[in-house]
């Protein structure tokens, strides 16, 4: 029988196929056939595998998952909420399963009855060992059934605390705002948090669930959330989480002492500016400019230009004024972008009016020709309809509408008030009035605190996007749940802002769509070879990396991925 043999030859290993043999009656090893070292035995063990034909192949999603995978150890996601939900040690920990399906809402957002599909078809089972058994929707849930409002605040708290520390995450200056998400819940149902209000989407049929966050301008991580009735308004729902605001300020404030809050005018009221007096907080916000036609009647003449590239086409006037019970800083500023693109909608409001009213003039004729039929119009049903097609901002302002009755027969004039748009143009348009009472701040400053009020729209933005870490497939209908899968939309958010910082501080200017896409395009293809066994068993298997695109290599070694390449 035929053995592999080592033999030394100047100190270094070979290895020889030996078979005992009789030589001359005594046994003796024969050489069958030399193999060489030990590197050339597995560079031939190894090309015997590529040139045999694999019976199978399975394509496994890779970079995407890996890499937001590796974040959450990062931040140690797991940990942190184990730590305020714990189990026994038996299955999946609470904090296994909110990070899997923050993942999920990361890349490929599903139901929970695909999620075990889902995680089959990704890397995912070879970095935490869970059965896809494991991951049934009945699985996950009776496990989420523990995740209570407040240990969903405490969980958050640590988190918010562990990126201050961890990650640097900038909180000098923060951004609030609120927004809300449709459901298709109905209407007999008794959870209190979908409630019929002003949807975001104009889908008035539906009832929608509210979510306030608040974001820092360092790639609009969250670092508060809050979910809340869909028929509350943003300055009640503020007013609410005023004093949860004040706590997690004073765990994020460490070295920096000087926190401004940047909201919307949504939020103004004069409890909650006075709540805010009260606080550490710093603000800035933005006042509604009909409610000061003062600051808006000033002249473009006292406005002045501003030095920084960021602000080209922005002039301001700044002042002091009294405002809900307060002193404020307050900065009129008039921007050509912001006019620009107020015409813009105004004409095409305009057009769609004036279409209106001229399908309007021919029905009003057609209704009064001899032998018509129908009811007609009366004098009170026009002017009703009049008013809805005068409704929207500005056009009562400036599109003139007139009904004539003359000898039973009603006629309609309408016409585009010149003069009134001119005013509009010099008085309103392109102005915001902002308020604050960091008063040693520049007017540049200032202007651009308010600006960063977009990184939170930003955030609202991302979720409401149907392919990546979108809040979309919402099917519950228990407020318990529901305030559940609001915290992993959340815990989704913070690893894919994470993410995006990352990539763009290597000097990767890529979006986040960008590099989410890229990444999900990588992708482990596990090929399946007949047991090497006679008698059968179990298939080989080699595991091997999609061909990775120039960008993909590059954020390969930004991310570190190559420590999770399958051996």
């Not at 909110?98 to 070879?126: D, H």
């Not at 748009?421 to 902002?434: H, N, P, S, V």
Request: charged share 20%.
């Amino acid at each position: 029988m035929a053995s592999i043999q080592k033999r030394l030859i100047h100190g270094r290993p070979y290895y020889y196929l030996v078979e005992s043999r009789r030589v001359q009656g005594k046994p003796r090893p024969v050489v069958l056939k030399y193999l060489g070292r030990a590197e050339d035995l597995l560079s031939r063990l190894h090309a015997a595998e590529t040139t045999a034909h694999p019976i199978a192949a399975q394509v496994r999603d890779c970079g995407a998952v890996v890499a937001l995978w590796d974040l959450a150890q990062q931040l140690q996601l797991i940990g942190i909420i184990d730590a305020h939900v714990p189990k026994r040690h038996q299955g999946p920990t609470v904090g296994e399963y909110l990070i899997l399906a923050a993942i999920n809402r990361c890349v490929a957002p599903t139901s929970k009855r695909a999620f075990a599909q889902w995680y089959t078809a990704t890397s995912l089972p070879r970095l935490c060992k869970l059965s896809p058994n494991q991951l049934t929707s009945q699985r996950f849930w009776d496990h989420m059934t523990a995740v209570g409002e407040t240990a969903i605040e405490k969980i958050e708290a640590d988190i918010s605390a562990r990126l201050r520390s961890q990650f640097d995450i900038d909180v000098r200056c923060l951004c609030f705002d609120c927004t809300n998400f449709d459901t298709f819940i109905e209407t007999p149902n008794p959870a209190r948090l979908p409630q019929r209000g002003h949807a975001k989407s104009k889908r008035r049929d539906l009832r929608v669930v509210g979510l306030a966050l608040m974001v820092s301008t360092d790639f609009h991580v969250p670092l508060f959330s809050q979910i809340y009735p869909g028929n509350q308004h943003d300055a009640v729902t503020f007013a609410s989480v005023t004093h949860q605001l004040v706590e997690r300020y004073r765990r994020l404030a460490q070295e920096a002492t000087h926190i401004t809050l940047v909201f919307d005018k949504g939020n103004n009221s004069q409890d909650n500016l006075q709540a805010l007096a009260d606080s550490p907080y710093h603000v800035i916000g933005s006042l509604v400019p009909s409610q000061h036609p003062e600051l808006l009647a000033i002249p473009l003449s006292r406005f002045e230009g501003l030095a920084n590239p960021r602000l080209e086409g922005v002039v301001a006037y700044r002042t002091r004024a009294e405002v809900f019970g307060r002193e404020w800083t307050v900065v009129v500023t008039r921007s050509d972008t912001l006019l620009e693109a107020q015409l813009r909608g105004i004409a095409q409001q305009l057009r769609t009016r004036r279409q209106s009213l001229a399908t309007l003039q021919q029905k009003i004729r057609r209704s009064q020709a001899t032998g018509a039929r129908g009811k007609g119009y009366t004098r009170e049903s026009l002017e009703k309809h009049l008013t809805h097609l005068q409704s929207g901002q500005y056009m009562r302002d400036i599109l003139s509408i007139t009904v004539h009755a003359s000898h039973e027969r009603l006629t309609l004039t309408y016409r585009t008030n010149q003069r009134a748009f001119e005013d509009l143009i010099q008085t309103r348009l392109g102005k915001r009035i902002l308020f604050t009472d960091n008063h040693d701040w520049s007017t540049e400053e200032i202007i651009l605190g308010y600006r960063s009020q977009h990184h939170v729209e930003a955030a609202f933005r991302q979720m409401k996007d149907p392919h990546f870490v979108s809040w979309k497939p919402l099917y519950h209908w228990t407020d318990q749940k529901i305030r559940v899968h609001a915290f992993y939309c959340v815990l989704a958010l913070i690893l894919s802002s994470l993410l995006h910082r990352q990539v763009v501080a290597s000097g990767m200017a890529l979006s986040l769509e960008r590099i989410l896409t890229e990444l999900s395009a990588i992708q482990e293809i596990v090929n399946l070879y007949p047991s090497p066994s006679p008698k059968g068993g179990r298939p080989r298997s080699t595991t091997l990396l999609t061909r990775l695109t120039p960008v993909q290599e590059q954020l390969s070694r930004t991310l570190g991925l190559d420590r999770y390449r399958p051996i």
